[in-house]
């Protein structure tokens, strides 16, 4: 059956460092991937669209990569800051109707002054 | 402002009183969706909308109404709810389906006794 990981281990890590959060999918081949960032008490916020034939992509300090062949994206925060803490969820087409968006249970990111 | 919103934030009920969930988009949005997010499990879809009186079942349908008879809006009915409906709910829109930016409403936290 269609799977999408996410680490579900907070991730930790100091202010000014980059921040590198996994999503993994078996069963799937999505055609595109976006990433959304969650705050507490609040509705997931659109932060980037990935699709199958670009490799990477950037917004400022955040990178998105897109291996189709590990079934794998990466999410990168570069110079992180306290305020990129949230929970950060991926989502991906789901199979057996093309406008059903699969999200996985997301990571939460504490990022320490 | 280009928003979702969604009535009520909050409410508390007994098993088996039908409920609505209202929703509106002000965005003029064709594609309308409700997701449900539970403790380690993320947001899963219940029900979408391609357009007005088009909707289609998601991943989590059981027990749940929608209907989409104008295309702002988009209320979420359980007609007899059960403690396992007891969720964070959240209604979404996008300009015309899967491959684009989900807007999210701030969520519907519903406990059902």
Redesign the interface.
Known sequence: SQKIEQNSEALNIQEGKTATLTCNYTNYSPAYLQWYRQDPGRGPVFLLLIRENEKEKRKERLKVTFDTTLKQSLFHITASQPADSATYLCALEGTGGYNKLIFGAGTRLAVHP | EAQ?TQNPRYLITVTGKKLTVTCSQNMNHE?M?W?RQDP??????IY?S?NVEVT?K??VPEGYKVSRKEKRNFPLILESPSPNQTSLY?C?SSLS???E???????TRLLVL
């Not at chain 2, 380690?40 to 879809?45: A, I, K, N, T």
């Open positions: 979702v594609y969706s997701y380690g499990l993320g947001l899963r879809q979408y391609m289609d998601g991943d959240f979404a389906g899967r491959v930016t989900q807007y999210f409403g701030p969520g």
